[in-house]
């Protein structure tokens, strides 16, 4: 066990890809500028029934929750 740790440590301190971040976050901007500037500004009355407003919190929640994951995720330490 000790020698497939000793192994593995280059590939454990290596940097972490933030791309699956960029992903998560480019995925919720797109989904704002849809939501407010594509429906929100040209239906007065979007979301009309009680059922779509929920789908639209929805959807917003899940992208934020991981945009956040993602955040946290690729995070580490500096140096």
């Known amino acids: 066990m000790h020698v497939a740790v000793l192994q593995l440590a280059p590939l454990l301190g290596a940097a972490k890809s933030k791309v699956p971040f960029y992903i998560a976050a480019g995925l919720l901007v797109v989904w704002a500028l849809v939501v407010s500037l594509g429906l929100g500004l040209r239906k007065p ?35």
Not at 50 to 75: C, D, H, N
């Open 45 to 79: 009355d979007f979301p009309a029934t009680v059922k779509g407003q929920r789908a639209v919190i929805g959807v917003t929640a899940v992208l934020v929750v991981a945009t956040l994951t993602m955040a946290v995720a690729v995070s580490g330490a500096p140096g």
